[in-house]
């Protein structure tokens, strides 16, 4: 029976070079000289350090050009608020992976209205979709393609 997994991933190796990408640009830029503006990678967390909320959010522009061209969707990152301490400021940005509870309720749901005669399950962190009809398969693909969901889905897994 042909099924396939919804996911939401994030290439790790990639968003690692991107940040190798980043931390350099920082360094190189004139308008950053001296200031130890930083980048850093810790699990599903970038850590933004710089002399102040100006060069942060300039900084913003650096890194999502930098993930866009990694291939990496920029709707995965959820920026967290600017804070000034002492005399720098910092920002968390959260990488978010994986189909929370929440999220695969909506998406099974959102299959179920169509009438479809496929079935959808939550394994973990995925959602499998089932079907005898590998058409019905590929009209639920493009339908959460162009559904309004606020994080990157990707299809894996597709088996006939």
Known sequence: MPSFDVVSEVDHHELTNAVDQMNREITNRYDFK??????EL???LL?????????IKQMHDIIYKKLASRSI???CLEQGKIEERGM???QTITVREGVDKELAKKIVK??????MKVQAAIQGEQVRVTGKKRDDLQSVIE???GSDIDLP???????D
């Open 153 to 159: 889905l990707q299809f894996t897994n597709f088996r």
């Open 34 to 39: 001296g200031s130890n503006a930083k980048v």
């Open 143 to 145: 339908m959460l393609k």
């Open 47 to 55: 850590n933004i350090e710089a002399e102040n909320e100006f060069q």
């Open 88 to 90: 720098r400021a910092y």
């Open 110 to 115: 959102m299959i179920k209205d169509t009438k």
């Open 42 to 44: 810790k699990a599903p």
């Open 73 to 75: 969707d920029t709707a």
